[in-house]
């Protein structure tokens, strides 16, 4: 088969591209730990029921929510793969109430906030899932604490997010870059074959759950409705899935604040400000509906947030709308 992909393997490609970064020293680390806690949940994601993990863990986590044994099985693994990079001086996680402190040291210089598995309402169906992760640096002259975790979003120096779909693909965006990798089932091991991503000009695509339409305000039922009138709904019910779709075929998502969720549904460390990274990188946007995604201050790990995100110049039409 002509291979019509890069060989370059993620270690190899990130290693080319970060490994000789002062600035980002063990960057490339952090984002290798990454992909390999990514090998290890895609396999049991891939097993789901074969390998009893589908199911509930019969907790309910910090954000109220019922505990896929999944969600659980990811947490560990991304949790014990950054641990062990060695990089990593503290971890938020969607699933955890609390930051895990995994070193003190300056060579643990990042902090990472991450949904281990979001989409878990499709876990069980068979239907695209991924993990998102936010990377921040340390400042080495602040005590390592829970308050080290809340930076707003436009102070990351990556992002990273998975999808587990009919292939596991893997997006990392840093500085001006962002750059994709498909998992080849048979070596374990992503490679590059999608380079240098920008989102397209044209946005063929809206992505909203419909049947919150009769809770959003005037305004917001406005911007809907003008997305009905010259795009395609497509609306997977996994943020990680609908967003990678739009990124790569153009297209915008979103979760606006409505009478039931005036904070908004989705979590601003951990879903939002990692997927508003990457949107800008390739040339996207991501907005509250009132303000740049990335310039809210957080207030505590696990806030909510509106989110508008993906096409640019569609985004702000959307924003112009609601606050109009
Ligand atoms: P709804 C999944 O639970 C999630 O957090 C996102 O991945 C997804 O976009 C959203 O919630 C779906 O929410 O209310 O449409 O089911």
Not at 60 to 74: F, M, P
Not at 209 to 223: C, H, I, K, M, S
Request: aromatic share 8%; with cysteine; charged share 20%.
């Amino acid at each position: 088969m002509r291979e019509n992909y890069d060989r370059n393997s993620i270690s190899e490609f990130l290693n080319a591209s970060l490994g000789k970064s002062s600035r980002y020293s063990g960057l490339a680390h952090v984002i290798q730990s990454i992909a390999q806690g990514a090998v290890r949940v895609n396999e049991q994601v891939q097993q789901a029921a074969l390998a009893d993990v589908l199911g509930t863990t019969g907790d309910t986590n910090v954000q109220g929510e019922i505990v896929q044994r999944l969600d659980a099985a990811s947490s560990d693994i991304f949790v014990d793969e950054l641990s062990n990079s060695g990089k990593v001086a503290v971890i938020g996680c969607e699933e955890i109430e609390d930051p895990v402190v995994a070193g003190r040291s300056d060579d643990h210089a990042y902090i990472v906030l991450m949904d281990p598995l979001d989409g878990s309402s499709n876990i069980d169906v068979a239907v695209s899932i991924g993990s998102i992760f936010g990377i921040w640096k340390r400042d080495l002259d602040e005590e390592v604490s829970a308050d080290s975790l809340l930076k707003p979003g436009n102070e990351q120096v990556a992002a990273v997010y998975v999808v587990y779909g009919s292939s596991t693909v893997m997006v990392a965006a840093t500085e001006n870059s962002v750059q994709g990798f498909t998992l080849d089932p048979a070596t374990g091991q992503f490679f590059l074959t999608n380079r240098d991503i920008v989102i397209p000009e044209e946005c063929p695509y809206y992505s909203t759950n419909e049947g919150n339409f009769e809770e959003l305000d005037v305004n917001t039922r406005q911007a809907v409705s003008d997305l009905r009138n010259g795009y395609s709904l497509r609306y997977v019910g996994s943020l990680v899935a609908d967003f990678h779709r739009n990124l790569l075929k153009g297209g915008i998502f979103l979760y606006p604040a409505d009478t039931k969720r005036p904070e908004g549904r989705l979590r601003l460390m951990y879903e939002a400000n990692p997927l508003g990274f990457v949107a800008e990188q390739a040339g996207g946007a991501a907005s509250t509906g009132y303000v740049r995604i990335m310039d809210v201050m957080p207030e505590q790990l696990h806030q909510r947030t509106p989110l508008i995100l993906g096409n640019k110049d569609v985004v702000n039409k959307v924003v112009q709308t609601i606050g109009s």
